[in-house]
């Protein structure tokens, strides 16, 4: 019985001590939000037809290719201009 009573209050003591110290740790003066410009995944082209092919995505190299060509519909290919902010990039 003397054990359970010694572990709550040591429970409160460290729960009033990690209060105390979140409230005094530093903080940064202008904290800038983090906007990602595209959160979903580039797949590779057909890769969900076959089980053998990774996801992972590679460019489309073949003369017909309707992805490498941008068809309309097709799968899109990633570009510069997917890019992220750079203050808050990684």
């Given at each position: 019985?003397?054990?359970?009573?010694l572990l709550r209050a040591f429970c409160a003591l460290s729960a009033h001590l990690l209060r105390t110290?979140?409230?005094k740790m530093a903080s940064p003066a202008d904290?800038?939000?983090?906007v990602k410009k595209r959160?979903?995944?580039f797949p590779r082209f057909?890769?969900?037809r076959f089980?053998?092919?990774n996801q992972s995505w590679r460019k489309p190299r073949g003369i017909d290719g309707r992805v490498r060509r941008?068809?309309?519909g097709s799968t899109i290919i990633p570009n510069?201009?997917?890019g992220s902010d750079k203050k808050t990039r990684f």
């Open positions: 019985v003397l054990s359970v009573d110290f979140r409230d904290k800038v939000k983090i959160m979903k995944k057909q890769a969900d089980k053998r092919m941008k068809f309309k510069i201009g997917y």
